[in-house]
C-alpha cells in the first residue's frame, strides 16, 4: 500500500508538472469566414419569433440580415431573416457575438447553428463549414474561445497547458 | 514575443461580459482578467492603463 502513494502521487502530478514552462499556443491558423451580418431583432420580430432570455436588454437571437452569395453560409442554407439563436452551444445576443465567434475560430471549422425561421413550428440545427477570410488575420490579440459558453473549454486547455485563461471584457458594441 | 501566447484566450463582450464581471467581482469592463483553471479570479487590468497590464500579465505567467 505504501509503495502506491508515490505512484498515485505520479500520476496526479502527470496532468500539470510545470506550471511555469507552459506549453506554447499553437500558431493561430488562417481566420475564417462565415458569410453573413445580423442586426437586432425589432419589437415585432421580438414578438414573432418569440425571443428571450434578455441579459442587460438585448434578447437571445439576432436576424440575419445579409448572406454572401457563394458563402459558407449560404451553401448550408441559411437565409435573410433567419434569426440565429444559438452557434456551437454560444447563445448569441448581437452580430458582435457571431464575429467574434468567427475571429476566434479556423477556417474549416465545422460549426452547428440553430436557427429559428418563421415557416418552421421548431427550431432548426444547420452545419456550416467555415470558410477562409481573405487578406491578413487581424493584428493584436488572437482570441482562441469567444462567448461564455466556452469558458469550460478554455479552463480546461488551460489545466492541460498549466497555464491561466486570460479573459477580454469588453463593453463595446461595433 | 506576444505575451498573449502565454494564456488560453477568450473574449467575453456585452451584454455576456456584465454578468461575467458580476460572477467574478473585481474583473473591470473593458479590462484583462485572468483565471486559474478552476476558474476563480486570479488578477485584473483595466486596458487603458498598458504599463499595469504588461506587468500583471508577466505576473500571472511566473
Redesign the interface.
Known sequence: MRNLLPLCAAVLLAG?TSP?S?E??PPPSGPAFLGLTTRAATEDEKKTFKLGDA????VNGTVVEEVAADGPAAKAGIARGDVVLVIDSNRI??D??VQ?FV??ASAGRKIAVLLRRPALASDELVNVILGAAEGAPPAG????????S??DA??????K?C???????????T | M?A??????????????????QEHKG?????????????KL?GNAVLKDAPGLLEE?KR???
Open positions: 500539470c511555469s507552459p506554447p499556443a441579459i442587460a436588454g438585448r445576443y448581437s458582435d457575438d467574434d475571429r476566434a490579440i488572437h482570441w482562441e474561445f469567444a462567448g461564455p466556452q469558458l478554455a479552463l480546461a486547455e488551460a489545466k497547458r497555464t491561466r485563461v486570460m479573459v477580454g471584457i469588453s463593453g463595446a458594441e | 506576444n498573449s501566447g502565454k494564456f488560453v484566450r477568450l473574449i467575453i463582450r456585452r451584454p455576456h461580459a456584465y454578468r461575467f464581471a474583473a473591470t469592463i473593458p479590462g484583462i482578467a485572468f483565471l486559474d483553471g478552476e476558474g486570479t500579465m500571472q505567467s511566473e
